[in-house]
């Protein structure tokens, strides 16, 4: 078998020898308290690659030294032979390793973050259990539900938050039950009691009593003097009582005036009002086209001004990125500077095709003036949405309407007016990902994502140094291989068995004796490769850091060779000094 068959089939033995003892560890190192199970294969798959891929130049030279250490032939033969071979056995594995790695990191760290976010959660539903506070824990349930619902832990931790929901409903129903008695209060409105007491009477005149009770009943609540309002409401009832058939009409009157009602707060601009009383409706009855129709009106106008939280849920479950942060450009016209400083941080952001949303997220304007610093606007929401140049700040539970989260000022006290519900944001969510992406999990961008993200991040007050290390490190493993398999060549040619006998065979497994030390001499390079690496992007920030470490590694990779021949022709020498002294 020539030198150039035996370092493939060598290089691909150690490689899946290796790739099969990194998969055992993986398996080894695996705890549910780390990762949940569903995500488990996932990770190992991910765990191993990626320490194959890291381990790469050493097996590498373990296997070119192993191929050519029981070859025969002539040494020079051997090595020109060889070299073919080695140099694109290793671009092929170097170019496979970059193109891979991205997303096996990208991999690893979903599964990581979104067993955190899992784990999290659950423990925050029991303590909210423990605690006897049911809605924190349904919360925090839905978090756990989201991201694996299969797991047998979320079975159990669904069977208490459903008992504590039904104690803390019993509890309500009997404070309710004691308060009955007390004065409701009236209903503030713009509209005099008089105005809806003059509209009902005109709808009873026109024999339209559906409309005619809802605007006596809506005159009586603004204004509880007005004792004809009730009376008219009354008779309006009536009236449609008889001419629907009793209880039966009675019902479908009801649930007429509810859809009016709900009709107007749609009309009057409250859409989420309007979608939560849509949402009751349809749930009595689905079929009903009025319904159908305004519910998906109230929907489209309730998404331009806000989003439904349970699009965040999915986001968040399936990745999140920790610890966003952003200093945004100046919004001025013409992008002048304006002298306003704008951030945005949150705790974790997670992202969708053409949407970006936010998790415990503030927002902060402030201005500089004489020395000062005055803060403008400072907007605290739970969550947030980035889409088509607005931040929504307001979302909506869509299975439970009447839960609604809205931004909060800082600092301002609870009768304080609330801030707007959307901002408008100098940032778009594909930026956004690359600023989220860069602060987190660099490993998890391509080489061309990572390059174009260092040239976006610094303009949001990010730095740029951890994406050019992690340039760096990517671009030394071709070097890495390509010194490997040259150094593992020679090694393996100045070393091989000359001997005769049964054992020439077997002798190049007395070469695996060289895993150790070749194991530790890696480890020792990788951490001098990224001492350099630092002090290069230090020395040479920018791009300018690239061009530094090619022309560095060539270098290394360079007197790597020439050493190596150096070492092999003073071998030469010697030999044949003895063969002249004898």
């Keep these: 078998m020539n030198s150039g068959k035996r370092i493939l089939v060598a290089v691909l033995s150690i490689d899946l020898l290796a790739f099969l003892g990194f998969f055992v560890l993986a398996l080894a190192s695996y705890a549910p308290n780390r990762v949940i199970p569903s995500l488990a294969l996932r990770w190992e ?10 381990w790469l130049p050493a097996l590498q030279f373990l296997a070119v030294a192993a191929a050519l250490g029981s070859a025969q ?8 032979s060889a070299i073919l071979p080695g140099v694109l056995l290793a671009i092929l594995i170097s170019s496979a390793g ?40 349904r919360a925090a349930f839905n978090r756990v539900e989201a991201i694996d619902a299969t ?67 809506l005159a009586a609540r603004v204004d509880p003097s007005l004792a004809e309002a009730p009376r008219l409401a009354a008779r309006a009832w009536e009236a449609l009582s008889t001419a629907s058939g009793g209880g039966a009409g009675a019902r479908k009157n009801d649930f007429f005036m509810r859809k009016l009602e709900a009709y107007s707060l749609l009309r009057a601009g409250d859409f989420i009002g309007a979608f939560r009383e849509f949402t009751s409706l349809a749930r009595e009855n689905s079929l009903d086209r009025d319904v159908r129709r305004y519910l998906e009106e109230s929907r489209v106008e309730l998404e331009k001004a806000a989003f439904f939280k349970d699009e965040a849920d999915r986001a968040l479950a399936a990745r999140a990125y920790r610890g966003f942060f952003a200093v945004l450009p100046s919004a001025a016209a013409g992008g002048a500077p304006d002298g306003i400083l704008r951030i945005l941080a949150a705790k974790e952001a997670a992202f969708t095709s053409g949407a970006a949303y936010f998790f415990e997220v503030e927002y902060l304007e ?13 907007v605290y929401s739970a969550y947030a949405k980035l889409t088509e140049g607005r931040l929504l700040l307001v979302s909506v539970e869509r299975d439970k309407p009447a839960s609604v989260y809205r931004p909060k000022a800082a600092g301002a006290a609870p009768k304080d007016k609330g801030p707007s519900a959307w901002l408008t944001l100098a940032l778009d969510p594909e930026t956004a990902f690359r600023l989220a992406a860069a602060r987190d999990a660099p490993a998890t961008l391509s080489a061309l994502g990572a390059y174009e993200s260092a040239r976006v991040v610094e303009a949001f007050g990010l730095d740029q140094t951890p994406l050019y290390r992690e340039l760096l490190r990517r671009l030394g493993l071709p070097f890495a291989l390509l010194t490997a398999s040259t150094l593992g060549a020679l090694i393996g040619v100045r070393f091989r068995f000359r001997g005769d006998g049964s054992l020439k065979a077997f002798s190049w497994l007395g070469l695996l004796l060289l895993a150790a030390p070749t194991a530790a001499l890696a480890f020792l390079i990788e951490g001098i490769d990224g001492a350099i690496s630092a002090y290069l992007v230090t020395l040479f920030p920018g791009p300018a850091s690239l061009g530094a470490s090619l022309g560095v590694r060539t270098a290394f990779l360079l007197a790597s060779v020439l050493l190596a021949a150096g070492l092999r022709g003073d071998r030469a020498g010697r030999a044949h000094g003895d063969d002249d002294e004898r």
């Design 45 to 54: 798959i991910a765990e191993a690659l990626l320490s194959f891929f890291r």
């Design 73 to 80: 032939g002539e040494s020079g033969e051997l090595l020109v």
């Design 98 to 137: 970059l193109i891979a790695a991205p997303g096996l990191a990208e991999s690893r760290s979903a599964a990581l973050a979104t067993s955190d976010r899992f784990n999290e959660a659950l423990e925050s539903s029991r303590i909210a259990l423990d605690g006897g506070l049911a809605a924190e824990a």
């Design 151 to 217: 797991d047998p832990r979320v079975d159990e931790l669904r069977e208490r938050v459903i008992g504590a929901e039904l104690r803390a409903g019993r509890e309500a129903a009997s404070a309710g039950a004691r308060d009955e008695e007390k004065p409701a209060a009236a209903v503030p409105s713009a509209t005099s009691g008089r105005e809806f007491y003059l509209k009902a009477l005109a709808y009873f005149e026109k024999k339209d009593f559906f409309s005619a009770h809802y605007y006596a009943a």
């Design 366 to 378: 402030a201005a500089a003036s004489a020395g000062k610093t005055e803060k403008l606007t400072h």
